[in-house]
Structures are given as C-alpha cells and as structure tokens.
C-alpha cells in the first residue's frame, strides 16, 4: 500500500515537473519572439529594475539639479555644466545643441539650452547662476560628465547654488528615487528597455512613446510649458 502509494505521487511528480519545464520553454521562446530575437533579461536586472536600482552614473566630484543638469567647480575656478546621464539615456540622440552665448548670464533653475532630436525641442535649466564663459560645440558627443559637458560659468556666488543642489548620498538617494519613478512611468515597457546587465537603453523616452516623448523628457527635466 505504502509503495503503490509512493509510486503514484512520484509520477504527479514528474508529470507537474514536465509541465513547468513546458511552460517555461514555451515563456522563453514567447519573451525572445516580442524581443525581436533578443536574449530574454537577466533576472537579477528584472529585479533590480523593480527596485528602481541606481541605473545611472551619480560621480562624486559633481553637484545635481533637479532638472537633471549638474555643476562641477574646475580648478580655474569657472563652473562646468552638464546634463546628467538620467538625462542623455531619457533623451537619446540629438540633432542639434543650443546653447547660451558667452558673456550672457544664466539663472540657476531657469532654461539655458536646448536640445533639439526628432524635430522636437527640450529646454534644459542651468544648475548655477552666473556668466557663460565658455561653450561646448561637442556638447553631449561623449561621456556626460567629461567631454560632453555644455557650457562653463563664472558663478556669481558659487556657495549659494551650490546648497540648491544635491551631492554624496543625497545625490545617490535623488537619482534611485528617480530611477523608480521613470520605471513606473514607462512601465509595462520598462524591462524591453533595459539592455543586457539592466542598463537603460539611449533615447528610453522615444522608444516608449515615439509620439509623444518629449513630454515624458520635460517632465523630468523640469521644463514643462505652463
């Protein structure tokens, strides 16, 4: 009696087991089809995306504004600008850069650039108040805390934007804390959009929303209309 009932629950088990192995190809084979032929994600990328993880590069030595532009003092004593990497992945791509001219002051927290990609415009807010002394015609080409800065200021009073900003784990907590809000706003799309390892993919907004991207840029570079 023991045995035949031993025997019977040994086969529901190898009949459950070959149902999950079943289903778990044929989720694989369905992942990777709406993937295009990609490799489903890495589940530990899933779950971290989930968590809304640190995604982004937050440096040290670079101070962050709201808008997702930062600042960093040089030696020489100007201000570099930038727009943060959040702000280049959520963007992607773009065809043009305007920028302020040298000599013309900018107000930290109101627009100084723009970004121009599909023929639509992104305002950018500078981090720091003072005089654009000099600008970055290669703006957003390379590493957007090196080569890509967009302009350099002489501050008018440094210590006073530099309380406006974030910095060390205060930075690190902001960035995370957008991380989960720009999940949630792009979700159920936000797992295809992560590449392999779980970083965001370049230009995340256009690839969500082609139509109606740059809005989901204003609103997290803070420069919506009205």
Sequence with gaps: MFGHDFLSGYSAKIVEYALAVGYLVLFVAFWRYVQGGKKAEKPEAIREAA???AWFEVPAEVAFHPGHTWA????DGTVAVGLDDFGKRLVGA???VRLPAERVGV???EKAA????GGKEIGLLSPVEGEVVARNEGALAGDPYGSGWLFKVR???????????FDGEAAKEWMEEQARALYARLAPAAVPLLQD???PVEGMARE??????DEVAREFLRTQEG
């Design 114 to 117: 723009v970004l121009v990609a």
């Design 94 to 96: 773009v065809e043009k």
């Design 208 to 213: 969500v929303d082609p139509e109606h991207w």
């Design 155 to 165: 501050p008018a009073n440094w210590k006073r934007s530099r309380a406006q900003l």
């Design 72 to 75: 960093r003092m040089e030696a």
């Design 51 to 53: 968590k809304g993880a």
């Design 197 to 199: 390892g779980g970083a």
């Design 107 to 109: 107000a930290q927290g």
